[in-house]
């Protein structure tokens, strides 16, 4: 058993960071599947950390890569400088990623790529004549991060309201989740597709001059608002409509990159091809933080022949740009992906994955299950006037049986490595379905968190040693 530490200083993000500290839930190491929590319990990952541990926890390879770099070239400057590593890495990204994206900016992070994604279409525009093409549009639910650009563009009401206006210029379409007409769907959604991305055609033509509009935004599949799934057709349509007019359309694939669908991306899955990919996560396995903007060679030689000679094509750029660590984490990963073929393990295991997750099909609460490749959404009933209550009790009981599962409102999400052995997988949905039949049992009271205090005396007693600790250092008379 591990100390805890002090709790006091540090923020969490997206977290009830007083209700956090109440019940701590703290990871001392990772291995394989498995991590392992400070009380020395085993915790099978179902979310593959963040989305982004695609090759499971611990790589040797990935870590002796990094201490290899860190020992070699911890830091180069970023502009007007470089390192043959950053080359290196953005020469083998290109060729994992879909032909013709090729052209490479490096990010620290998914938010980063987002907003350097949208700063590079509007500033496209401009070195192409067209400079009133300025507006950008995403979709509801969206998520891109949590930078203003990518707050602008994302759609979920709660990530934006705190934060004031945000950009101007910014519209979103319709997100096409319809439970009424597809609950339950084995994998993509045949219905709606291409009546709802019409609704872009639409809505920019009513609402805009098409010739204003930048950019479209999404996420193939929409993953952190809860295991959105574009219906047949509907991403197709997107590309017509955007062809048409003239709008450049930015995947984001920060979750769906890296073989999550059970191909190298999104763009493989669903065979359409945007102008700009974002991704992140899965980029270093998680180890670094890195992400990166992918261009279809045009667009780069767009910037590159109309730029004034002499001049920064793309006054744009982060201190850790292609950071030797990240890319020395980046070759890595990509090794262990061709090595391992982790794709098409992921393609393998989809069907078995598929089964696993519809087997929670008339569980209590259960309202939906959607999947597609690795990644399962199960939506759940709410408890009336506890919205987000009994995804949260569920994720706990989880913990509490060794399962990390993620929720996000009223839906636990699942997308664990893609290393996961098939009778892991049907461990994390049994228990799930073990964890909503006993919260059924437990009526309201099961919803309490409370109720899932480990070590509440050893806790309860540290806090107040801090306490103590810091009554001695600031004393108050
Ligand atoms: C689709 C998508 N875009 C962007 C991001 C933001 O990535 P980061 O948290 O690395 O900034 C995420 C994070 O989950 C994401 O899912």
């Known amino acids: 058993m591990t100390n805890l530490p002090n709790l006091e200083n540090y923020w969490l993000p997206f977290t009830a960071n007083r209700q956090f500290k109440s019940m701590p839930r703290l990871f001392k190491a990772a291995k394989g599947n498995y991590y392992t929590t400070i009380d020395d319990r085993r915790m099978l990952d179902g979310t593959a950390g963040l989305w982004c541990v695609a090759a499971g926890h611990g790589r040797e390879e990935i870590a002796s890569a990094v201490a290899h770099q860190l020992r070699t070239l911890d830091y180069a400057p970023a502009f007007q400088n470089s390192h043959p590593l950053a080359f290196e890495a953005a020469e083998r990204l290109a060729d994992f990623l879909p032909r013709g994206l090729d052209r490479i900016f490096f990010t620290g992070s998914g938010s980063e790529s987002a907003d350097t994604a949208l700063k590079i279409a509007l500033a496209y525009h401009r070195v192409t004549g067209d400079p009133l093409r300025n507006k950008l549009i995403g979709r509801e639910r969206g998520y891109h991060g949590v930078n203003f650009g990518g707050l602008a563009v994302g759609g979920i009401a709660g990530n934006r309201k705190a934060f004031g206006n945000g950009l101007t210029g910014v519209d979103h379409i319709r997100h096409p989740l319809d439970i009424g007409r597809n609950a339950f769907t084995r994998g993509i959604p045949q219905d709606g597709g291409i009546e709802l991305a019409n609704e872009f055609e639409q809505r920019i033509t009513t609402l805009h001059d098409p ?154 609460f259960v309202k939906d299950v959607r999947n597609i490749g690795m990644v399962a959404g199960i939506e759940l009933e709410s408890f009336p006037g506890k919205p987000g209550a009994r995804a949260f009790a569920t994720y706990l009981k989880c913990y509490e049986m060794g399962v990390l599962v993620r929720y996000t409102g009223e839906i636990i999400a699942i997308s664990p490595p893609l290393t996961i052995e098939k009778q892991e997988i049907d461990r994390i949905f049994s228990c799930i379905a073990e964890a909503l039949t006993a919260l059924a049992a437990e009526g309201e009271q099961g919803l309490e968190p409370t109720r899932y205090l480990k070590n509440e005396q050893q806790w309860a007693a540290h806090q107040q040693e801090i306490r103590h600790q810091q009554a001695v250092l600031e004393p108050t008379a």
Do not use: W
């Not at 045009?298 to 292609?322: C, K, V, W």
């Not at 982790?342 to 089964?355: I, N, Q, T, Y």
């Open 211 to 364: 010739s204003t509009i930048a950019a479209l935004i999404v996420e193939p599949m929409q993953g952190s608002a809860g295991v959105v799934l574009p219906p047949a057709g509907y991403l197709k349509r997107l590309r017509e409509i955007c062809d048409k007019y003239g709008i450049l359309l930015i995947f984001d694939e920060v979750i769906t990159g890296f073989g999550r669908l059970g191909t190298r991306f999104a763009v493989d899955y669903f065979g359409v091809v945007p102008d700009i990919i974002t991704c992140a996560k899965g980029l270093t396995n998680g180890a670094v933080p890195m992400g990166a903007v992918a261009v279809k060679r045009e667009i780069y030689d767009a910037f590159m022949t109309r730029s004034p000679a002499n001049a920064i094509e793309l006054p744009h750029g982060y201190t850790y740009t292609a950071h030797p660590i990240g890319c020395a984490a980046a070759i890595a990963t990509l090794d262990i992906f061709e090595k391992e073929k982790l794709v098409e393990r992921a393609g393998d295991l989809s069907d078995h994955f598929e089964r696993a997750a519809h087997t929670l099909k008339g569980i209590p």
